[in-house]
């Protein structure tokens, strides 16, 4: 048996991935935004800092924990406030969740969770939904100045 290289593997994961985000009834604006995630091209201020519409001076940092420099990995997953809404989540999802490295191995993970056809599409809705809802969030606190409760991010 011959085994493909980790690359080539990376490759064909994010390629159904990527083919998979589009098969969700999900409005088109938040597939659309999904899909910009898994590229990285959501302006998170990392990615504004790289541009340069931004520098590091005006802050690079993350709005939700005001800890660490903001890009989408940080913002999305191991930030304390999306954390805290993925750990919640997965509770009421009755699922347990290791936080993974990176979002892609978050819908893989959402995806394999469900025990069904029918409810992989509901927990890919769900993955879809909550990182709408942290980028909303954000964006309501940095253009708004309106901090979004946690209680309400997760219980939308």
């Given amino acids: 048996m011959h085994m493909?290289?980790?690359?080539?593997?990376?490759?064909?994961?994010?390629?159904?991935?990527?083919?998979?985000i589009w098969e969700i009834?999900?409005?088109?604006?938040?597939?659309?935004?999904?899909?910009q995630l898994l590229h990285?091209?959501?302006?998170?201020?990392?990615?504004?800092?790289?541009?340069?519409?931004?520098?590091?001076?005006?802050?690079?940092i993350c709005v939700g924990?005001?800890?660490?420099?903001?890009?989408?990995?940080?913002?999305?997953?191991?930030?304390?406030?999306?954390?805290s809404v993925w750990y919640e989540i997965s509770?009421?999802?009755g699922v347990v969740i290791v936080?993974?490295?990176?979002?892609?191995?978050?819908?893989?993970?959402f995806s394999a969770a469900a025990f069904s056809k029918k409810s992989r599409k509901c927990f890919r809705l769900v993955w879809h939904s909550v990182l709408w809802s942290i980028w909303k969030a954000r964006n309501n606190k940095v253009f708004n100045g309106i901090v979004v409760d946690l209680w309400k991010l997760w219980r939308w």
Avoid at 40 to 47: I, L
């Fill in 40 to 60: 990285d091209r959501v302006p998170t201020r990392d990615n504004l800092i790289l541009r340069g519409i931004i520098t590091q001076d005006t802050g690079g």
């Fill in 25 to 35: 009834p999900t409005p088109s604006k938040v597939i659309a935004f999904s899909w």
């Fill in 99 to 109: 936080m993974p490295s990176n979002l892609f191995h978050l819908f893989d993970y």
């Fill in 91 to 93: 509770k009421w999802l």
């Fill in 65 to 83: 924990c005001e800890v660490f420099p903001e890009s989408s990995r940080h913002l999305f997953m191991h930030c304390k406030v999306a954390h």
């Fill in 4 to 20: 493909l290289p980790k690359l080539q593997l990376k490759r064909l994961m994010h390629m159904v991935i990527f083919k998979s």
